[in-house]
Nanobody, 122 residues
Framework: QVQLVESGGGLVQPGGSLRLSCTAA????????MNWYRQAPGKQRELVAI???????NYAPSVKGRFAISRSNVKNTVYLQMNSLKPEDTAVYYC????????????????WGQGTQVTVSS
């Protein structure tokens, strides 16, 4: 089985930093895109950042210049470095992966982590 295991969330003050990690655990052979979404209370889930298998990246305008997404294909892990955090960044952050191939030849086209809470407050 494949699991997306997230870590790194927590409580920080405005202007602080956090680094989120998400590892695809299990018999993973390859992953196409790895992404981060977030959902704040009362709001729709939004795409925060994307990184493709070729390390092409895209960011939501609200986080561009403050957040950086990266990945390790060896570790099957995606990271989200979050700097200059603002209260409006408070949300549950979800790891998302597309086209996870496992050792049994199965392909999971759309796979979600369980979410990790990020709270930015003074």
């Amino acid at each position: 089985q494949v699991q997306l295991v997230e870590s790194g969330g927590g409580l920080v003050q405005p202007g602080g930093s956090l680094r989120l990690s998400c590892t695809a655990a299990g018999s993973v052979v390859s992953i196409n895109a790895m992404n981060w979404y977030r959902q704040a209370p009362g709001k729709q889930r939004e795409l925060v950042a994307i990184i493709t298998s070729n390390n092409n990246t895209n960011y939501a305008p609200s986080v561009k210049g403050r957040f950086a997404i990266s990945r390790s294909n060896v570790k099957n892990t995606v990271y989200l470095q979050m700097n200059s955090l603002k209260p409006e960044d408070t949300a549950v952050y979800y790891c998302h992966a597309t086209n996870i191939s496992d050792s049994r030849g199965r392909v999971f086209e759309n796979y979600w982590g369980q979410g990790t809470q990020v709270t930015v407050s003074s």
